[in-house]
């Protein structure tokens, strides 16, 4: 439509058929979108040795983390409780003992005295027995080992030597005296005694220490 500018009439006109025809339509780029390029190490600079140019195209290694420090006060606390222990342990064997038994021995073998139902503060360990037949009679010989379990000189009892059979009943028995009358502190005498023909129903033997009795005064007139 167009419009005079004077009268103001409007009429249709027409573009002239030589006109050229335009088309509104999206331009296609034929071109290939371009390659991601690689990132290349900056080219070392002249002069450089192989070794100089190897060192600057390698990575870096990153800094290790330093390891945190471990607090001295942990350390501090631990051997408190390890030393409060070990004090309790030493000061209260005796009631330690009251309440574990077993731990005695454990005393004992770190030379530490404490109080046992053992009042002769002796024990016998190592009990063995062999038998050897001579001129067709059977020689029964016990030996052992009397252990002092105390920082004090001990005086050495006799010993009673017990057979018994495979139900633990009693067949046959004897004393015996060692030969050395007392024991020093954490030491050992060894003993020996022995019998002539077994009963054949023994099949164990057992070894006590007999406690001495002790002497009655009488003060009466």
């Known amino acids: 439509m167009v419009k005079c500018a004077k009268c103001g009439h409007k009429w249709r006109e027409f573009p002239p058929e030589d006109a050229p025809i335009t088309l509104d339509e999206p331009v296609v780029d034929d071109a290939p ?16 040795s192989i070794e ?10 990153r800094p290790k983390p330093e390891p945190k420090k471990r ?17 309790g342990a030493y000061y209260g064997r005796n009631f330690v003992v009251q309440i ?55 005086p050495i009892p006799r010993i009673a030597i017990q057979l018994v059979d495979s139900e633990g009943l009693h067949v ?3 004393q015996a005296k060692p030969k050395a009358e007392k024991v020093g502190p954490w030491e050992k005498v060894e003993f020996s005694s022995s019998m002539n023909q ?22 009466k007139q």
């Open 33 to 48: 979108a371009p390659e991601p390029r690689e990132e290349v190490a900056p080219a070392p600079e002249a002069g450089m």
């Open 100 to 154: 574990m038994p077993g731990t005695a021995s454990l005393y004992h073998s770190l030379k530490l005295d404490v109080k046992t139902a053992n009042t002769l503060g002796l024990e016998i360990r190592n009990v063995q027995n062999t038998s050897v037949e001579e001129n067709g009679v059977i020689r029964l010989t016990v030996t052992g080992e009397i252990v002092n379990i105390t920082s004090e000189e001990r």
């Open 172 to 174: 046959y028995s004897w």
């Open 52 to 61: 100089e140019m190897t060192r600057a195209t390698k990575p870096r290694p």
């Open 198 to 219: 077994p009963p054949a129903e023994a099949k164990h033997i057992k070894a006590n220490l007999i406690a001495p009795r002790k002497a009655v005064t009488d003060d």
């Open 71 to 87: 607090s001295w006060l942990g350390w501090l606390i631990f051997l408190i409780i390890l030393g409060g222990l070990g004090a």
